[in-house]
């Protein structure tokens, strides 16, 4: 029984829309015309009054004034919410100036001023014009701040995913980061956009000849204050419920539940229009890999790389080669500066000191004054190029997205990559690394091994010439380790350039070319696996092998 209850609660809103449709339709066929003697006289006059097209024109003026004030407002209040969000503090400071200044006066001062004050310096709008700047200025400062809500509620780091794509700042927030914003901001724009329909009232006070208006000059020769208010009221309603309905299904399309369809519906292999080949993926492995410099030649150099914090410095003065085709594997305490340095490699951070080369060219920088390195001025384009892989401890799978929409995603939009084609590399991909079968899954319904694999084949899906790994298997289930370390092993086979960030000992002891352990932000010891693992000369290698050890074997 209870769970009846339960299965019958899920979907209550459906029902609730469903009555609400009904009992307007109710409430017209009986305006329109359909008499009966049990409905009171009262009543047919205000339904008459709710159909009355002296009424219904002051509510078309109040939604005419309510949509381009809404549509205004959103636009001006998305750019007062990212100068809100911007890192320079004048922008910043002028986007907070204008939302206080707003939020603080009444909105009927504001028209009043409008209205008044304009003339004097020779701006001469009409009354229904005034109306809609005035109501626009004043949403673009509500807007702002459920749009800089919104924004604020998405994880940080799928920026960083987005942003190792090689996708700039206007193409992450346009794909990534406000269809997610979408699920915080519409309660909250729904909210506004009702307020604004009710709240297209107060501009009577500027001779708009909008609902309430209209309504008061009736009861004026009248006196019929209940039926008219009540009219008026209902045609409140009818407009306000439409809203309302509207936001049921913009929440239901931006929602991250089952109930949000996949936009690209993979057909099933055997009826399949692109037809997968399980190699594709590795011949176009094969090509990027073939460009640049030779085997065995150093690939990445780091030389002295330092980076602080604040006042901490993080990484002080590190030197570190990786040839082409090598697997390295660094190790070292937590908070070493392992991710930092990772980080450095494809520019997601900035250098303070020291320089960083990827096949021989700086990723975002170029020589200055006095051979420092400044930093270029489009990153997003620079870190494109430099075609680095990065696969990180929590996924950072964008969560809006399928697992195969999250395979083409940087593909199509970063280097213009044909789609049909790039869905058959994301298919061969997801081949590769076992998951043909979920193509349409999006990320919260695969387990952390799968999620960890859908972003390794991300990663792939750009042709990179680096592998870049941050802890892939930290964030896993012992049980599911093994599946992510299978698909690395794979690509090391396959003689990708790869730096692993990694405790795992034994995938360690198999796979790496050579073991690199750092502490406090310097290389403290590096070399072949057995030599490093098995016999560390350094005193905190050891100490921290130990450890290790320890935690493997209680596990
Ligand atoms: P590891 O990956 O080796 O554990 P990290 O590179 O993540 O180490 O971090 C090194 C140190 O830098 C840590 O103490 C961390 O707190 C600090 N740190 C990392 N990122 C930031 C940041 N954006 N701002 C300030 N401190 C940071
Ligand atoms: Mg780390």
Same mark, same amino acid.
């Not at 209850?5 to 809103?13: C, Q």
């Not at 107060?202 to 001779?207: G, T």
């Not at 909008?210 to 009248?222: C, D």
């Not at 009540?230 to 931006?254: C, D, P, R, W």
């Given at each position: 029984?209870?769970?009846?209850?339960?299965?019958?609660?899920?979907?209550?809103?459906?029902?609730?829309?469903?009555?609400? =449709?009904?009992?307007?339709?109710?409430?017209?066929?009986?305006?329109?015309?359909?008499?009966?003697?049990?409905?009171?006289?009262?009543?047919?006059?205000?339904?008459? *009054?709710?159909?009355?097209?002296?009424?219904?024109?002051?509510?078309?003026?109040?939604?005419?004034?309510?949509?381009?004030?809404?549509?205004?407002?959103?636009?001006?209040?998305?750019?007062?919410?990212?100068?809100?969000?911007?890192?320079?503090?004048?922008?910043?400071?002028?986007? /907070?100036? *204008?939302?206080?200044?707003?939020?603080?006066?009444?909105?009927?001062?504001?028209?009043?001023?409008?209205?008044?004050?304009?003339?004097?310096?020779?701006?001469?709008? &009409?009354?229904?014009?005034? =109306?809609?700047?005035?109501?626009?200025?004043?949403?673009?400062?509500?807007?702002?701040?459920?749009?800089?809500? #919104?924004?604020?509620?998405?994880?940080?780091?799928?920026?960083?995913?987005?942003?190792?794509?090689?996708?700039?700042?206007?193409? +992450?927030?346009?794909?990534?980061?406000?269809?997610?914003?979408?699920?915080?901001?519409?309660?909250?724009?729904?909210?506004? +956009?009702?307020?604004?329909?009710?709240?297209?009232?107060?501009?009577?006070?500027?001779?708009?000849?909008?609902?309430?208006?209209?309504?008061?000059?009736?009861?004026?020769?009248?006196?019929?204050?209940?039926?008219?208010?009540?009219?008026?009221?209902?045609?409140?309603?009818?407009?306000?419920?439409?809203?309302?309905?509207?936001?049921?299904?913009?929440?239901?399309?931006?929602?991250? &539940?089952?109930?949000?369809?996949?936009?690209?519906?993979?057909?099933? !292999?055997?009826?399949?229009?692109?037809?997968?080949? !399980?190699?594709? /993926?590795?011949?176009?492995?094969?090509?990027?890999?073939?460009?640049? =410099?030779?085997?065995?030649? !150093?690939?990445?150099?780091?030389?002295?790389?330092?980076?602080? *914090?604040?006042?901490?410095?993080?990484?002080?003065?590190?030197?570190?080669?990786?040839?082409?085709?090598?697997?390295?594997?660094?190790?070292? !305490?937590?908070?070493?500066?392992?991710?930092?340095?990772?980080?450095?490699?494809?520019?997601?951070? =900035?250098?303070? /000191?020291?320089?960083?080369?990827?096949?021989?060219? *700086?990723?975002?920088?170029?020589?200055?004054?006095?051979?420092?390195?400044?930093?270029?001025?489009?990153?997003?384009?620079?870190?494109?190029?430099?075609?680095?892989?990065?696969?990180?401890?929590?996924?950072?799978?964008?969560?809006?997205?399928?697992?195969?929409?999250?395979?083409?995603?940087?593909?199509?939009?970063?280097?213009?990559? &044909?789609?049909?084609?790039?869905?058959?590399?994301?298919?061969?991909?997801?081949?590769? %690394? #076992?998951?043909?079968?979920?193509?349409?899954?999006?990320?919260?319904?695969?387990?952390?091994?799968?999620?960890?694999?859908?972003?390794?084949?991300?990663?792939?899906?750009?042709?990179?010439?680096?592998?870049?790994?941050?802890?892939?298997?930290?964030?896993?289930?012992?049980?599911?380790?093994?599946?992510?370390?299978?698909?690395?092993?794979?690509?090391?086979?396959?003689?990708?350039?790869?730096?692993?960030?990694?405790?795992?000992?034994?995938?360690?002891? &198999?796979?790496?070319?050579?073991?690199?352990?750092?502490?406090?932000?310097?290389?403290?010891?590096?070399?072949?696996?057995?030599?490093?693992?098995?016999?560390?000369?350094?005193?905190?290698?050891?100490?921290?092998?130990?450890? %290790?050890?320890?935690?493997?074997?209680? +596990?």
């Amino acid at each position: 029984m209870t769970e009846m209850v339960a299965t019958a609660r899920t979907r209550p809103s459906r029902n609730v829309i469903w009555a609400g =449709a009904a009992a307007l339709v109710l409430v017209i066929a009986v305006a329109l015309g359909w008499r009966s003697s049990l409905v009171p006289e009262p009543v047919m006059e205000m339904l008459s *009054y709710v159909t009355s097209s002296f009424l219904l024109d002051g509510a078309l003026t109040a939604i005419e004034i309510a949509a381009l004030a809404m549509l205004g407002g959103i636009v001006l209040g998305l750019l007062l919410a990212l100068m809100r969000l911007s890192t320079l503090a004048p922008v910043r400071g002028a986007a /907070w100036c *204008y939302i206080w200044f707003i939020r603080g006066t009444p909105i009927i001062l504001q028209l009043v001023f409008l209205y008044d004050a304009l003339p004097v310096v020779g701006i001469r709008l &009409d009354s229904f014009t005034t =109306a809609v700047v005035g109501f626009m200025l004043n949403e673009a400062a509500f807007c702002a701040e459920i749009i800089r809500g #919104g924004i604020l509620s998405v994880d940080r780091k799928q920026n960083l995913a987005a942003a190792s794509f090689g996708m700039g700042p206007f193409l +992450t927030l346009r794909r990534i980061i406000l269809p997610q914003a979408m699920r915080a901001i519409l309660p909250g724009m729904a909210n506004q +956009t009702i307020s604004m329909i009710k709240g297209t009232s107060i501009a009577s006070v500027i001779f708009v000849n909008e609902l309430t208006f209209r309504s008061q000059q009736i009861v004026g020769q009248n006196f019929k204050f209940f039926t008219v208010f009540a009219a008026a009221g209902i045609i409140y309603l009818i407009m306000t419920s439409a809203v309302a309905a509207a936001q049921y299904f913009l929440e239901k399309n931006y929602s991250a &539940d089952a109930e949000r369809k996949p936009k690209i519906i993979v057909a099933p !292999p055997t009826r399949g229009a692109a037809p997968v080949s !399980p190699t594709a /993926w590795m011949d176009t492995l094969n090509a990027s890999q073939a460009v640049g =410099a030779a085997a065995d030649a !150093p690939f990445v150099v780091c030389r002295n790389v330092q980076k602080s *914090y604040g006042s901490r410095e993080i990484l002080g003065g590190l030197d570190l080669t990786v040839k082409r085709g090598e697997v390295v594997v660094l190790m070292g !305490p937590s908070g070493s500066g392992k991710s930092t340095l990772l980080r450095l490699v494809n520019h997601l951070e =900035a250098l303070d /000191w020291g320089e960083i080369t990827v096949d021989g060219n *700086y990723v975002g920088y170029a020589k200055g004054v006095g051979d420092r390195l400044v930093p270029t001025r489009n990153l997003a384009k620079a870190r494109a190029d430099a075609r680095i892989g990065m696969v990180f401890q929590h996924f950072n799978l964008f969560d809006h997205l399928t697992a195969l929409e999250n395979i083409i995603e940087a593909p199509i939009r970063v280097y213009g990559e &044909d789609p049909d084609k790039m869905r058959a590399l994301g298919m061969s991909l997801l081949n590769a %690394v #076992g998951l043909s079968t979920h193509a349409d899954h999006f990320p919260h319904r695969l387990s952390g091994g799968q999620q960890q694999r859908v972003a390794i084949a991300r990663a792939l899906a750009i042709s990179p010439r680096l592998m870049l790994f941050d802890e892939p298997t930290s964030a896993l289930d012992p049980e599911l380790v093994g599946e992510v370390l299978a698909v690395i092993r794979r690509l090391a086979e396959a003689g990708m350039t790869m730096i692993v960030v990694t405790h795992e000992v034994r995938f360690a002891r &198999d796979v790496a070319d050579r073991v690199v352990f750092m502490d406090e932000g310097r290389v403290i010891e590096q070399g072949p696996p057995e030599e490093i693992l098995d016999h560390p000369k350094n005193e905190r290698t050891q100490r921290f092998l130990r450890m %290790v050890e320890q935690t493997e074997t209680e +596990t």
